[in-house]
Every structure is written in C-alpha cells, then in structure tokens.
C-alpha cells in the first residue's frame, strides 16, 4: 500500500491506539574504585480513562488533549474535574552500602528509643501532676470536713445551751406555757426557726464535702431538700469527745520494764532487741560512756549490766553453757509412759552370721549385696511378729576398725544379741562386744550360729564363754542362749520368744505424746537427697516439719522413710527411721532434739559447733614431755591422705584404724575427711598436698575425674576395709624406703703402719674375729670413734693379693684416699644387707 493510502481521510475517524505512558531514559551510577554502570530507567504515568461519554482527561495536568469529535451532530459532553495531580516520582537514588545501611539502622534505632524515652518522661510528668492534684484534692476535702465538724460541734454546744436556758426558764415560770421549740436533728428545721420566733440564722455558704457517706440513702436524706449536704451526728461527736477527754486523762505512758537475759558476750543490736528500745539510744549511752562501738559490735557482760539497769529494766545473767540443751533433766510422769517395742543390737565377730540370722528373720537378703560379705555400717530394721508385736533390730559390723559402731549400737539398745559360731568360737570381736555390753548394762541372749555344719560345736562354745564371765543358763547360769541356724531357720522362734520374755521383764515405756528426742545410728550425704541421717526415735513422736537440733548442725523433717523405703508422717518411740532436711551431716551417736523455732535451733548448733571448735583448736597446758613428744613427731615423715566414705560410721572407722598404725619413722596424716562422692574440691586439696584420694563406697564425679587425671592425682576406690588398710600400709612403707641392715663381718688390729708410694701407707694388721674380704665395706675406729668408712684398697699378705684373710692370720691393707693410720687403731669389715620395709 501506498503512503496516499495509509494517511487519514476527511470525514473518517482516526485510528485506535494506545498512547504511550512509558518514559525510558538511562541513568549512570558510580562506584568506589573507578567503576560505573549504566541503567535503563523507566518512569510510568498514570492513565486516567474516563467513562463514556466523557471526554478523556491528559495525563499531564498541564496539557489536555481535545475530545475526539463524532461525524454526527451530537451534544457537548460534561467535562468532569480533573483529578489531583499524581505525585512525582522520587529522584533515584543509588543502593546504600553496608556500612552506610548499618548506621541507618542504628540511627533509626537511637530515635526509636529517643522517642520511647521522650514518651516515657512525658506520661511520668502526667501521672506525677494528676498525683500533685490528686493529693492537693484530698487535703482540700480533709480541711472541709475538719471545717465542718467544727462548726458541728459548734452547733451542738450552742444547742446545748440553748437547751440548758430552756429548761431554767421552764424551771422558773412554771405556769408559763413554753415557747415550741425546734426539733433538733434537722438542718433546716433549726436553721428555720429559733426560740422566741427569731430570724433563721443565716448560712454563710458552707458547703460540707459527703463523699464518704455517699452512698448511704436515709429517709431524711430522701425527704430532704439540702440534696448530698449532711452533717456528723451527735453520737459521733459524743465519741469523738470522750476520747479526746480519756486522751487528755491517761497523761504519759508508763515504760514496762523487762527482764532481759543477757549472756556472756552480746551484740549491741541484740541487747537493744530484747530490751525493745531503740539501738541508736544503746549506742548513744555507751558513748557518754567512753565507749564508742557500733551496733554490730559485742560487749561483754558487764557492759551489758550498766546499759540494761540506765535504761531500767532487769538483768538476768545467763552462761553460754545455759543455751545447750539437756536431756537428763527432762523426765517424763510415769503416767505418761506406755508400752515400746524393745530395741535389739546383734553384735559379734567378723563373719559369725549377724546379717544373715537377721536376713533369716526379716525374710531378705541382705547380706548378698554386701562387699566382701562382711557389714560395713549399722543397719536398723523393725519387724512385726505373728503376734502383731514389734521388734526393731540393729546390726552392727565386726570388723576390728568399727568399735565406735559396736559401742555406739550398745547404748542406744535395751537387749543384745551376741552371734557365737558354732564352728569358731568367740573371737577378739565376741570378746570386745561382750565387754560393751557389760559398760553399757543391758541384757544379753548368746546366739550359736552356724549349727546346720558337720563341724559345730554348742556345748564347746559355752564351756569357752566361761573365760569371759559368760554363764549361760544350761550351765546354770543367768544369760540366755539358743542354737540358732540361719541357713535352715532353726531356732529363730525360740530367739524371738526369750527377746519377748526379756523386754517384758525389762518394762521398756516411753511418752509418745511430746517433743522427739533419738539417736543418730548412721548418717550419710547423698548426691540426690543431700545430708541424710538413720534415727533411732527413743521417745515422743517425730513428725513431718518438726524442727530439730542434732548435734552441731540444725533443720526441719522434710521427708522420713522407714527401713522399707515407704514415705511415712509420723514416726513412735523405738522406730528407726531415715531423716531428710539437715542442714550439714551429723556424728553418728549424737542425740536429736526437737525444738520449739528455727531460731532456737540455729542457736543451738552454733554454740555445739563452736565449743567443737575450741576443742579441737585449743591446747592443753605445756609441759616438758608433751613439748619433747611434739619436737618427735615433726621429725617423723607424714602420709597425706584424703578420705571419703559413704557413712559417718566409715569415716570413723578408717581414720580410728588409720591413727592406730604403730611407727615412728611415718604416720597418716588425714587431710580431710568427709562423707559422700569424690568432688573437684577434694581433687584441689590432695594436689596441693601430694595426697592419694581414698574412695570407701563412693566414686568421683566426671569433673573432679578429669581434673584428677590432669593433675596426676591418685584415686583408689575400695569397698572392704581389709584391702584399704593394707595397701595404706605398704604406701606408708613405700615412702620409708627399704631398710638397711649392717652385719659385721671382720675384725682385726692394726699393729704398724708402712709407706706405700709417694704419698700412701699401709696398714699391717692381725684379723682378731671373723675374716677381711676385699670386696666389703670397711670402717676404721679410733678410741671406739670412727675416723674412717669407705672400701680396702688392695689386701696382700706375702706380696701376694689375696681376696680374703681369715682370723689368726697377718696381712697389709691400704684405703682408697685415706692416709690417717696409726699403730692401734681397728679395722671392721662389714656387709650391708636391703630388706623391703613393713609397716
């Protein structure tokens, strides 16, 4: 087609399109290092179409194109307002980099918190002027209603009055009849009228603030037209004047004196407590005083005297020995006493059978778990017979080292149980037990054990309880014996029966309904339930949150179990039970004491704790021997040690055990001694001192296992007490080195001395005993003072060399580097002999 063809006719419409709304155009972007880049940019306008009809608005507001016109003759169309202007488009900008993006947030996050601050300070501004205003109101409205009783009472008192003269002038005209008077009670019945037909009195704008009486809706205030203005009632004033008269009466109040206990030594802030005055006052009085001390400071006795007799009260001087606490004098009314179940120790020697008769009896196996077979601490049980009785059982262990613990299971028993075996006989551990039981005054029934074997022999075991002031009853004597065998539950009715009769015969009573008092049989730290400690209750009643004192340390019944592991409330006299909630692990053997406060128990503990202190610092009074004895054992060498065991009862064993090794040369020095794991502290103490770690039972954690391999620190685990006291003995003896024994061999005179070379000389000597050997060490003496010891240079006799002159014979002898010889002198020859020491 032809260029005439495509242009536009006259009188036809123009073609369709679409106008172009889409500007490109290139911007050049610059960066660090001498790069740049070119980019296409497009920059869109909006397109407003129009509706039918309507003429088609430009894009541009400046510019509008002319409505296309229609062939046809057609009415002019409504042009509609133009829209408002699109914004321009933002100036491009180039990307930020990571610095500047950075600072941009930073600095976006600075006026973030700059405004939060500004808001912050503005809404305490507001809250602290509605406060400002808040309280201005309140004293506003306090002042009217002074204002307003005020002017009440002023209203009552002219009434009063008012009333008074009313009442003599009826007195005084008796025939008159009297004016009508006012009721009173109403505001505007009294403003209203007064006597004698007065003008009302008028109001000078008082306006009494309600608030508080608010919403209280009476009748008067219904029927009333003064709306929510109500004045204070007479009762109310009667009240408040009676009390400002007995106010006014009472005058001055008297200071209560007190009797204040006060102990040796006191902090001033305490002696102010319990004279409830005020402690700068105490400080002040002992300044005038000369004394210038602070409240935290202690005073002595005295001091305490003069403050507590200015101040007017009364002294009661009290020891320190006073805040102990003693069981002996609290006895219970023989009313009181009821019934017990009898406590019952079985004692014995090593491998005799106590944990398995008491296994055989309890029906379990105890004695399985057990290391080495052998007991290591006190366990205590309570069983219950098939007559519904009860009896609690107490085995202790039989090594040597546990005697505490055989002492201990002695005197806090009322019947003991000695196990003899059948096979064996008593032994030291029989002999000691029965000694105890003997010291502590408590019956005893002999156990023969063991009779199932081939080998037994009852009636031999009696006859050799004879040595021992052991007389059984078939050898008519008092003390009860009984063929027992654990493996086949033979005679273990007949035990039961006679410990039965013997409590009985014995009365053991005890008051349940009071504070509980027991025994610590055992104690332990567990690494999941902290210090934990057996007690044997001996009267009253332990319960659950009792606050208690034992010992030196102090706490409250969190938890108690018996000897099933079963959680229990409350636990009777003769009921052995295992505590938690102590606040450190007590001596075994030390009594528990029920208390009224935990103020009390603290004190307790820390009085028991401190005198424990002094003993074990102090020192008795010098003397040439104890001196000599000190000077003697600081030249021995010591052991350094560590201990850890499971129980108290092991730690004392041990270290009893440990301070009983006889030697002069070396003795076990324990560092430390505690109960519970291995932990890194234990670890640092033994490498700072070179100490072995001993682990009876226990076990180091991860931690102190780590730090001990690091730092080359030896832990040795045991389980039997036999294995750790050997081997603590051959460490002993270890660190002693072997010894050297000397073992005089030859002696001989030396009769002449010869030059031999230069400088040398030789000695001619007549061997008086035994022979001269080359080979031996020799040492020669002078006035029996040795001069010389060192080895024999050569050994000739006939200007031969020989090895060896026996006695009787002459020869020449020469030192090595020794010249000193005179006519006179002797010669020993002697051999030195190394031996493993044994401790």
């Known amino acids: 087609m032809s260029d005439s063809n495509d242009k536009p006719k006259l009188g036809m419409r123009a073609p369709l399109g679409i106008k172009r709304t889409v500007e490109t155009g290139q911007v050049k972007q610059s960066f660090s290092h001498g790069r740049s880049n070119t980019v296409v940019v497009e920059v869109k306008r909006r397109r407003v179409i129009g509706k039918p009809g309507e003429a088609e608005v430009a894009e541009t507001p400046a ?52 405004s939060m601050l500004e808001e912050a300070r503005r809404r305490e501004d507001i809250q602290r002027r509605e406060s400002s205003e808040e309280e201005k109101r309140r004293a506003e409205d306090n002042r009217r209603a002074e204002e307003a009783a005020v002017e009440a009472a002023r209203v009552l008192a002219e009434e009063e009055a008012r009333q008074a003269a009313l009442a003599a002038e009826r007195a005084a005209n008796a025939p008159a009849v009297p004016a009508p008077v006012a ?36 009748v008067t205030r219904a029927l009333g037209d003064d709306g929510d203005v109500r004045a204070r009632s007479l009762a109310a004033l009667r009240r408040s004047r009676e009390k400002d008269k007995r106010a006014h009466q009472a005058g001055p109040s008297v200071k209560q ?18 004279m409830a005055e005020r402690g700068a006052d ?11 001390v602070t409240l935290t400071q202690t005073i002595d006795q005295d001091t305490a005297e003069l403050l507590v007799t200015e101040f007017g009260h009364n002294i009661v001087r009290v020891s320190d020995a006073d805040i102990d606490i003693v069981n002996d004098e609290d006895v219970d009314a023989p009313e009181t006493l009821q019934t017990r179940p009898p406590v019952v120790a079985i004692m014995g020697h090593v491998d005799h059978g106590k944990t398995s008769l008491l296994d055989a009896l309890r029906g379990t196996d105890v004695v399985s778990g ?20 009860k009896i609690t059982f107490l085995d202790t262990p039989g090594h040597e080292a546990f005697t505490e613990m055989r002492a201990r299971g002695a005197n806090v028993t009322d019947i003991v149980v000695i196990a003899v075996a059948a096979d064996d006989g008593p032994k030291p551990q029989t002999v000691e037990a029965i000694n105890h039981v003997k010291a502590a005054g408590v019956p005893m029934i002999i156990a ?4 199932d074997k081939h080998e037994a022999n009852a009636q031999k075991v009696r006859e050799q309880l004879l040595q021992y002031d052991v007389v059984v009853e078939a050898m008519s004597g008092d003390v009860q014996d009984v063929e027992v065998s654990a493996k086949t539950k033979t005679g273990l009715d007949e035990l039961i029966e006679k410990i039965q009769l013997l409590a009985e015969i014995s009365e053991l009573k005890a008051n349940p309904d009071r504070t509980a008092e027991g025994k610590v049989i055992e104690a332990k730290l567990d690494k999941g339930k902290g210090p934990v400690a057996t007690i044997l209750v001996q009267r009253g009643t332990l319960k659950t949150g009792d606050i208690f004192v034992v010992g030196a340390e102090s706490g409250r019944v969190r938890a108690m179990t018996n000897d099933k592991g079963m959680q229990i409330k409350e636990a009777g006299p003769s009921m052995p039970v295992e505590v938690l909630g102590l606040t450190g692990v007590p001596q075994a053997g030390d009594t528990l004491t029920v ?80 109960v519970g794991g291995i932990t890194e502290s234990d670890v640092t103490l033994a490498r700072a001192s070179g100490a072995p770690i001993i682990g009876f039972n226990v076990r180091a954690n991860a931690k102190a296992r780590e730090i001990a391999e690091r730092n080359g620190v030896a832990l040795k685990y045991y389980d039997v007490i036999y294995d750790l006291l050997d081997e603590i003995r051959a460490g002993m003896a270890g660190q002693l080195g072997p010894e050297y024994f000397e073992t005089v061999v030859g002696r001989a005179e030396i009769k002449d001395v010869f030059p031999a070379g230069k400088h040398g000389k030789a000695a001619g000597i007549l061997v008086v005993d035994g022979f001269i050997r080359k080979a031996l060490r020799a040492r020669i003496t002078r006035d029996d003072v040795i001069i010389y010891n060192g080895a024999i240079s050569s050994l000739r006799r006939f200007k031969d060399d020989v090895p060896e002159v026996r006695a009787g014979l002459e020869c020449g002898v020469t030192f090595e580097s020794h010249t000193d010889i005179k006519a006179g002198d002797y010669l020993e020859t002697f051999e030195v002999e190394e031996r493993e020491r044994t401790i």
Not at 191 to 198: M, Y
Not at 257 to 274: K, W
Not at 370 to 389: F, P, V
Not at 639 to 657: F, N, R
């Open 63 to 114: 510019v509008a194109e002319a409505p296309v016109v229609a062939e046809a003759p057609a009415p002019a169309p409504v042009v509609a307002a133009p829209p408002p202007p699109p914004p321009a488009p933002k100036a491009y900008e180039p990307p930020l980099s990571r610095q500047e993006m950075q600072a941009k947030l930073l600095r976006e996050a600075e006026e973030a918190r700059l």
């Open 183 to 218: 009721p009173v009670g109403d505001d505007d019945d009294r403003g209203a009228r007064r006597p004698g037909g007065a003008p009302a009195r008028p109001n000078r704008g008082r306006v009494v603030d309600d608030r508080r009486q608010h919403g209280k809706l009476t």
């Open 257 to 274: 004196v007190r009797d204040v206990q006060v102990p040796e030594a006191i902090t001033v802030q305490e002696l102010a407590i319990r």
């Open 282 to 292: 105490l400080v002040k009085a002992l300044f005038k005083m000369g004394m210038p």
């Open 370 to 389: 057990e290391a080495g077979g052998i007991t290591q601490h006190i366990g205590a049980y309570q069983l219950t017979m098939k007559d519904k009785s």
């Open 448 to 451: 023969i054990t063991k009779c």
């Open 595 to 674: 208390v009224e406060s935990e103020a009390r128990a603290r004190e307790v503990a820390a009085y028991r704790a401190e005198v424990a202190t002094r003993k074990r610092t102090g020192s008795g009074p010098a003397s040439l021997e104890s001196m000599f004895s000190a000077l003697k054992e600081k030249q021995a060498q010591e052991y350094p040690l560590v201990i850890k065991a499971d129980v108290q009862g092991t730690v004392e064993a041990i270290v009893g055990s440990l301070a009983k090794i006889p030697n002069e040369d070396i003795k076990a020095r324990v560092l430390h001694a505690g």
